[in-house]
């Protein structure tokens, strides 16, 4: 690899890894504010998340200048097609942590339900996910973005869960159909980081393995051996 090109590279590198951390630390202040319904918290989310698309925009210019200018091939070119996947990926899980931030505000301007809405164990997980699978990018660790996809499922089962249990909520509670709406929603962006950050392992396996596989195109005893 010519040194310039390396060096190009290491770069982009180095800025993804900046915005995954940024992006990261938006999810952890998104899960603290649904634990505590601080709406102050949650504006400060919304207030700041220039600074997620300024970065993300400045990935993406920086692995179109390194495309147009050294022409890449084989691993490196499969490298760069994989982060500006990637880089919008974390892009689309801080906007996700916006949107749970505008359900936050939503929700404080009310009287809280006493209601038995736990959504610790699934941020948790859904947080877990992502962090797995920037560690996954970082080290290039199959094993470990395999297991984000076999996580996925887990949070999709919570999310239709928290579903069920608002739909019978919200009968009994008509007055309370905006707020319990806030919550579902609250849920769905959840179970969305799950998505993405599931997303972003699909494109660590693609990096490592140059095989795609997006939209089910794995089974889980395909996963590799520990």
Not at 13 to 26: F, I, N, Q, T
Request: aromatic content about 6%; charged content about 35%; glycine content about 2%.
């Amino acid at each position: 690899m010519p040194k310039r090109l390396q060096r190009d590279i290491e770069k982009i590198k180095k800025m993804v890894l900046s915005l995954g951390a940024m992006v990261e630390e938006r999810i952890r202040m998104a899960i603290k504010a649904i634990e505590t319904w601080d709406a102050g918290l949650a504006e400060e989310i919304i207030r700041r998340d220039y600074e997620i698309d300024e970065l993300e925009i400045e990935v993406e210019e920086e692995c179109l200048k390194i495309l147009a200018l050294h022409q890449p091939v084989a691993v490196d070119l499969r490298f760069l097609i994989a982060t500006i996947k990637i880089n919008s990926e974390l892009e689309r899980i801080g906007d996700e942590a916006v949107n749970i931030a505008h359900r936050v505000t939503n929700i404080s301007k009310r009287r809280k339900l006493d209601l038995s809405f736990d959504f610790d164990i699934m941020a948790e997980k859904a947080a877990t996910m992502l962090r797995m699978s920037l560690d996954a990018l970082v080290n290039l660790d199959l094993d470990l973005a395999f297991k984000v996809l076999t996580l996925d499922d887990e949070v999709d089962q919570m999310h239709r869960e928290t579903y069920d249990r608002i739909k019978e909520v919200m009968a009994r509670n008509p007055d309370y159909v905006a707020y319990l709406i806030n919550l579902y929603t609250t849920s769905r962006h959840l179970e969305r980081v799950g998505d993405h950050s599931t997303n972003i392992a699909e494109e660590v396996i693609y990096l490592i393995e140059g095989e795609i596989v997006r939209h089910g195109r794995w089974e889980a005893t395909d996963e590799p051996k520990a």
